[in-house]
C-alpha cells in the first residue's frame, strides 16, 4: 500500500482528490454555521458541587450533548507544551513522522495505533476526511504501545503521560457529576469502567484546504465511548455540532476544553442525555490541531439503561448488550 498523507497533499496539489470531496447533495451550508439558539454552556469544574453549575451542566447534557469546561486542573503550561509537541511531531519530515506510521505487514494493512490516515480502498471512493492523526493508547497502563510514539521532540511522552493523567481524573469527576445529576449512584458510570477499558489520545493535524467549501476536516459522525475530552487549537475554529438538523460553530475559548458524550453513555442514561454528531470544517489558510482523548468500556462490559433511570413511564429505549457485539470497545 502506498500512503499519501493529506498533509502531503496539501501542499503537491490545488484541487483536493475527488475522494475527499464531499457528495453534491451534502454540500448545502457546508461552512456557514447556523446562528445559536443558546449559547454552548460554559462549565466551572471547580464548582460541580453548586447547584447552579450542576443545572449548567444537565442544560448542556439535554440541548447539546457537550460543554466547555475551564477551571479543569490542567494548568496553561501542560496544555501549552502538549501543543507544542503535537505541532512539532507534525512538522517533521515524512520519514521521521513514518517510524510511528499505523501500517503493518510490509504496508499491507492498518492497524489502530500509530501515525497515518484514513484508507483509500478505491478511486471511487467519496468520503474521506481532511486529516491525518496519531492515534495512542494510553489505558489501561501496562498495554502502552511506547514503540507506536514519537521520541521527537523528546518531551512528547513524558508531557502526554502526565496530560493523560489529567484527563483520566476530568473523566472520572464528569461521570460521578452526571450520576448525581440522574440520581444514580455516584459511581454507577464509573464502575463500569474495567481495568482493562481503554483510552485513546488521538491527535488530529488539518492542513490548510483550498476548497473548504467542498472538503470537511472530520465527517459528521458521533464517538462509540464513553466521553470525549477534547483540546482544540486556541486559534482556529473548525468543530461544529449538530442539533435539531442544524450545525452549529463551538466556539473557541483558550484553555477550556470541550467535552461530549459518547454513544455508550447515551445508552445507559436512556437517551435523556444523547452523543452528539459533530463534524470538522476546514480551513482555506490556516492549519488546525486537536487532540482528543476517548474513554471507552471493554469489549467485555454490559450495556443497558441503567435500572435507576426505568420505571413503568420510562421504559428502556435500548436493548442490553456487550459492547463488543456492537465495536463500542475498540478491543
Same mark, same amino acid.
Given at each position: 500500500? @502506498?500512503?499519501?498523507? /493529506?498533509?502531503?497533499?496539501?501542499?503537491?496539489?490545488?484541487?483536493?482528490?475527488? *475522494?475527499? /470531496?464531499?457528495?453534491?447533495?451534502?454540500?448545502?451550508?457546508?461552512?456557514?454555521?447556523?446562528?445559536?439558539?443558546?449559547?454552548?454552556?460554559?462549565?466551572?469544574?471547580?464548582?460541580?458541587?453548586?447547584? &447552579?453549575?450542576?443545572?449548567?451542566?444537565?442544560?448542556?447534557?439535554?440541548?447539546?450533548?457537550?460543554?466547555? @469546561?475551564?477551571? !479543569?486542573?490542567?494548568?496553561?503550561?501542560?496544555?501549552?507544551?502538549?501543543?507544542?509537541?503535537?505541532? &512539532?511531531?507534525?512538522?517533521?519530515?515524512?520519514?521521521?513522522?513514518?517510524?510511528?506510521?499505523?501500517?503493518?505487514?510490509?504496508?499491507?494493512?492498518?492497524?489502530?495505533?500509530?501515525?497515518?490516515?484514513?484508507?483509500?480502498?478505491?478511486?471511487?471512493? *467519496?468520503?474521506? %476526511?481532511?486529516?491525518?492523526?496519531?492515534?495512542?493508547?494510553?489505558?489501561?497502563?501496562?498495554?502502552?504501545?511506547?514503540?507506536?510514539?514519537?521520541?521527537?521532540?523528546?518531551?512528547?511522552?513524558?508531557?502526554?503521560?502526565?496530560?493523560?493523567?489529567?484527563?483520566?481524573?476530568?473523566?472520572?469527576?464528569?461521570?460521578? %457529576?452526571?450520576?448525581?445529576?440522574?440520581?444514580?449512584?455516584?459511581?454507577?458510570? @464509573?464502575?463500569?469502567?474495567?481495568?482493562?477499558?481503554?483510552?485513546?489520545?488521538?491527535?488530529?493535524?488539518?492542513?490548510?484546504? %483550498?476548497?473548504?467549501?467542498?472538503?470537511?476536516?472530520?465527517?459528521? !459522525?458521533?464517538?462509540?465511548?464513553?466521553?470525549?475530552?477534547?483540546? /482544540?487549537?486556541?486559534?482556529?475554529?473548525?468543530?461544529?455540532?449538530?442539533?435539531?438538523?442544524?450545525?452549529?460553530?463551538?466556539?473557541?475559548?483558550?484553555?477550556?476544553?470541550?467535552?461530549?458524550?459518547?454513544?455508550?453513555?447515551?445508552?445507559?442514561?436512556?437517551?435523556?442525555?444523547?452523543?452528539?454528531? !459533530?463534524?470538522?470544517?476546514?480551513?482555506?489558510?490556516?492549519?488546525?490541531?486537536?487532540?482528543?482523548?476517548?474513554? /471507552?468500556?471493554?469489549?467485555?462490559?454490559?450495556?443497558?439503561?441503567?435500572?435507576?433511570?426505568?420505571?413503568?413511564?420510562? $421504559? $428502556?429505549?435500548?436493548?442490553?448488550?456487550?459492547?463488543?457485539?456492537?465495536?463500542?470497545?475498540?478491543?
Amino acid at each position: 500500500m @502506498v500512503r499519501t498523507t /493529506v498533509q502531503d497533499l496539501a501542499a503537491a496539489v490545488e484541487e483536493p482528490p475527488r *475522494q475527499y /470531496v464531499v457528495h453534491e447533495r451534502d454540500r448545502d451550508h457546508l461552512l456557514a454555521a447556523d446562528e445559536m439558539p443558546d449559547p454552548i454552556p460554559l462549565i466551572d469544574l471547580g464548582r460541580l458541587m453548586a447547584a &447552579d453549575e450542576a443545572h449548567k451542566l444537565r442544560e448542556a447534557l439535554q440541548t447539546w450533548g457537550l460543554f466547555l @469546561v475551564t477551571n !479543569h486542573g490542567i494548568e496553561e503550561s501542560l496544555m501549552d507544551a502538549m501543543m507544542s509537541a503535537s505541532r &512539532d511531531f507534525f512538522r517533521q519530515p515524512p520519514e521521521e513522522k513514518n517510524k510511528c506510521s499505523n501500517l503493518i505487514d510490509d504496508g499491507e494493512h492498518l492497524e489502530m495505533e500509530g501515525y497515518g490516515n484514513d484508507k483509500v480502498v478505491t478511486p471511487q471512493d *467519496q468520503g474521506l %476526511s481532511w486529516n491525518d492523526r496519531l492515534h495512542l493508547r494510553v489505558e489501561p497502563q501496562d498495554e502502552r504501545n511506547f514503540a507506536k510514539w514519537p521520541t521527537h521532540p523528546e518531551s512528547f511522552r513524558d508531557v502526554l503521560l502526565e496530560y493523560a493523567s489529567r484527563t483520566k481524573r476530568i473523566r472520572d469527576l464528569i461521570l460521578r %457529576s452526571i450520576a448525581k445529576i440522574l440520581d444514580l449512584d455516584e459511581d454507577y458510570f @464509573v464502575n463500569k469502567i474495567s481495568n482493562t477499558a481503554r483510552g485513546f489520545a488521538r491527535f488530529n493535524y488539518y492542513p490548510p484546504c %483550498s476548497r473548504p467549501e467542498l472538503v470537511l476536516g472530520m465527517r459528521p !459522525h458521533s464517538d462509540v465511548g464513553l466521553l470525549t475530552i477534547l483540546f /482544540v487549537d486556541h486559534d482556529v475554529g473548525g468543530l461544529q455540532v449538530q442539533r435539531d438538523g442544524k450545525w452549529y460553530n463551538v466556539p473557541v475559548k483558550p484553555y477550556t476544553l470541550v467535552i461530549n458524550l459518547a454513544d455508550c453513555m447515551e445508552i445507559m442514561c436512556n437517551g435523556i442525555f444523547m452523543s452528539p454528531v !459533530h463534524r470538522v470544517v476546514t480551513n482555506a489558510k490556516k492549519e488546525r490541531l486537536s487532540l482528543g482523548v476517548f474513554y /471507552v468500556v471493554d469489549g467485555e462490559t454490559v450495556l443497558e439503561p441503567a435500572p435507576g433511570l426505568l420505571d413503568d413511564k420510562r $421504559p $428502556p429505549r435500548y436493548e442490553k448488550f456487550k459492547a463488543k457485539d456492537f465495536g463500542f470497545s475498540f478491543d
